[in-house]
């Protein structure tokens, strides 16, 4: 007979929200219930519970516990932009602050390459969508969008929404950022685009078939998903693993694959229609 856990679910939840390693991040309730309903179904007792929850938090949650500070970072954008900065300056801001983070600081040998093949597939979107973005609209400089494209990026860490939007605010006005879990809660807007940048690999440690599931849920027109053609060490080749990943995805859907490698990244544009 299945435990009934329910009773410490309250308790794992503001254990977290109180401790010192995740505080900050603000965590969304729906997706720490989430977490510990798929730990529930594998633990016998309330000790597997936390021991499993805590690793099942660990493997989402480890890529957003960064050493940035932004709060110092919001400051830091106030006072650039109270100098009237010029564009080259918003730009070095912006390579300063993406090399504080792994997942930006790897592509930016490849930033201009990165984002002209994406210009190349998709031309300039009136719309788009930023899932799981971290510091990816620190790009947006880099990212050719039309006369008054709406951005959207979404988040679960909301120190982090908090910076974003205090940059869009002062950078790019039609921008927004938005505290989500976006596989519980998918963006349902038709958008011309959606970016799924490095996360689709953790997204299935999260729970197996997880990519399929956040892609069928999308009414974007043409979602690129991006994962890393090799570990961040740079030892060992992701790439079939990752292709596997994706081919596994999108298997018996009518959609369109092209993909690309753009330095260490792998760039899949997967083209569907919007859901009706």
């Known amino acids: 007979m299945k435990t009934d856990f329910s009773q410490v679910y309250q308790d794992l939840i503001d254990s977290v929200k109180s401790s010192k390693k995740y505080r900050a991040l603000d965590l969304p309730e729906n997706m720490l219930r989430d977490l510990l309903d798929q730990s529930a179904e594998i633990s016998r007792n309330v000790s597997e519970l936390k021991s499993n929850f805590r690793k099942s938090l660990h493997n ?93 990026a979404y988040d679960i860490n909301k120190a982090r929404v908090r910076f974003l939007d205090t940059f869009f605010e002062h950078a790019f006005p039609y921008a927004s950022a938005i505290q989500q879990d976006i596989f519980l809660n998918s963006p349902q807007e038709t958008a011309d685009c959606a970016f799924f940048f490095k996360e689709a690999h953790r997204l299935e440690k999260r729970q197996s078939g997880a990519t399929r599931i956040l ?28 292709r596997a990943l994706i081919d596994k995805a999108i298997a018996d859907q009518p959609w369109q694959l092209q993909s690309e490698r753009v330095g260490n990244e792998l760039l899949f544009f997967i083209s569907k229609e919007p859901q009706t």
């Open 215 to 242: 892609l069928e849920k999308l009414n974007a027109r043409t979602i690129i998903v991006s994962l890393p053609a090799v570990d961040l060490k740079g030892h060992h080749s992701l790439e079939s693993y990752h």
């Open 60 to 152: 989402v949650i480890a890529p957003y516990l960064e050493s940035i500070d932004n709060d110092q970072e919001i400051q830091k954008i106030k006072d650039l932009f109270a100098s009237q900065p010029s564009q080259a300056e918003i730009s070095a801001y912006c390579l300063e602050t993406m090399a504080k983070h792994a997942s930006t600081r790897e592509r930016l040998p490849h930033l201009e390459h990165f984002f002209n093949t994406i210009h190349a597939f998709i031309g300039e979107p009136a719309n788009v969508l930023d899932l799981a973005c971290a510091l990816d609209p620190l790009c947006l400089p880099w990212i050719k969008l039309s006369a008054g494209a709406s951005f959207k």
